[in-house]
Each structure stands twice: as structure tokens, then as C-alpha cells.
């Protein structure tokens, strides 16, 4: 089956400029999770929503990134006035159901450059 | 709060040879404890993971035993290929954080023949 897919796989912005970065996850799943990946560090938690909602946002840098998931599947990840400090991958995951011992399936994430 | 040390990388070792990639974690609780992979332009991918103290993930022929009085969850292979060269990252989930992985920094290994 399909895995965790996400849409753009680059994008390359202007500092100032609004972006949306979109996550498919593997059908089913329940639990969502969006991380940021800089070079040479290991991924690193945004976001995580079990169905529509948010149940754990404590990762978000600050009130610029926004995340929306407003059907249970499909999640976008949102960035405003975006920053050369916001270039990474970001990566999203999925799961069923949601416990510590689940594994999360990863797509290929996004590379976003800031320019 | 939470936290993974990795060793640094990177590891160089010819084909054949033992790995060892050290693991030790900070965490309230009990964790579990997972070993990801990321291969060359893939993405990371789930290679073993131990649930509570004492137990043993394998795959692929890689081990590693979740050691709760050392904090350590170290990874171990007998005999490398070439085909094992990516970035290993370790991480956990606690107790409290519900599914939050929070991952090391990744150790490179490149194998060679």
C-alpha cells in the first residue's frame, strides 16, 4: 500500500513569503505528527494531532508555523514570514493507533529553503 | 526534559566488521526506545525498537537491549555490509509524552569493501 506522502518534495521561497507544505498519510491512520530535520541533526517534534485535532503543539518555534488537519487525514503545515532560520526538512508521520510502543511511519519530507 | 546522546560520527569500517553505535538516554519514566535509518535519498525508515527494560529488538541483523541501569540502548551487528551504510539515528517515546519521538543527533556509517 501507499505510504506517508508529501507534497512539495523542494520548495525554495523568499524570506518574507507564506508557504504551505502538505502531508499524506497512510490510510487509516490515525495520528499524525510533523518534525523538522536541520543539517546534520536529528528530527525534531512540531506537532501531533490525533484525528482533526492538535493534542500536542508544544513543538511549534513560534505563533508564525500553524498546522491544520481539518478532516482527520490530510494535514498542511503552515509557515508565515518565513525566515532563512526556517530552511530544513520537514518531515511528516503517521500511526495506528496512537501509543508509545507504535512505530510511525515517515515520508520523505520537504526541504524547504529560505532564501 | 527528555534527551538522546549518540555517538559522533562518522563510523568507517570495513566490510565484515563488527558495529557498535553507543546510545544512552535522559527520560522521566519509562520509555520506549527505537533505532531509525535513513538510507541514502530515502526516508527514515523503523529498524528495531525495545518496549521496557531488558528486552531485545532485532532486524536485519542488528540488536540492541534496552539496558535501564546504563540509560543505554546501544546498537550492535555482527558483520556489516556495504549495503548497512546510512545515518542511524536513536530516539524514544516517554510515558508522558504520549507518541513524541525525540531523536539523537544520527551517526553515519559508511562501510567499505
Known amino acids: 500500500g501507499a505510504g506517508v506522502s508529501q507534497t512539495p518534495s523542494n520548495k525554495v521561497t523568499e524570506k518574507g513569503k507564506y508557504v504551505e507544505l502538505r502531508c499524506d498519510p497512510i490510510?487509516?491512520?490515525?495520528?499524525l505528527y510533523w518534525y523538522r530535520q536541520s543539517l546534520g541533526q536529528g528530527p525534531e517534534f512540531l506537532i501531533y494531532f490525533q484525528g482533526t485535532g492538535a493534542a500536542d503543539d508544544s513543538g511549534l518555534p513560534n505563533d508564525r508555523f500553524f498546522a491544520v488537519r481539518p478532516e482527520g487525514s490530510v494535514s498542511t503545515l503552515k509557515i508565515q514570514r518565513t525566515e532563512r532560520g526556517d530552511s530544513a526538512v520537514y518531515l511528516c508521520?503517521?500511526?495506528?493507533?496512537?501509543?508509545?510502543?507504535?512505530?510511525?511511519?515517515f515520508g520523505p519530507g520537504t526541504r524547504l529553503t529560505v532564501l | 526534559g527528555d534527551s538522546v546522546t549518540q555517538m559522533e560520527g562518522p563510523v568507517t569500517l570495513s566490510e565484515e566488521a563488527f558495529l557498535t553505535i553507543n546510545c544512552t538516554y535522559t527520560?522521566?519514566?519509562?520509555?520506549?526506545l527505537f533505532w531509525y535509518v535513513q538510507y541514502p535519498g530515502e526516508g527514515l525508515q523503523l529498524l528495531l525498537k525495545?518496549?521496557?527494560?531488558?528486552d531485545k529488538g532485532s532486524n536485519k541483523g542488528f540488536e540492541a537491549t534496552y539496558r535501564k541501569e546504563t540509560t543505554s540502548f546501544h546498537l550492535e551487528k555482527g558483520s556489516v555490509q556495504v549495503s548497512d551504510s546510512a545515518v542511524y539515528f536513536c530516539a524514544l517515546i516517554n510515558t508522558g509524552t504520549a507518541s513524541k519521538l525525540t531523536f539523537g543527533t544520527g551517526t553515519r556509517l559508511q562501510v567499505t569493501l
Open positions: 525495545a518496549t521496557k527494560a531488558d
Open positions: 490510510s487509516g491512520h490515525t495520528a
Open positions: 508521520a503517521s500511526s495506528s493507533p496512537p501509543n508509545r510502543g507504535d512505530t510511525q511511519y
Open positions: 527520560a522521566t519514566g519509562y520509555p520506549s
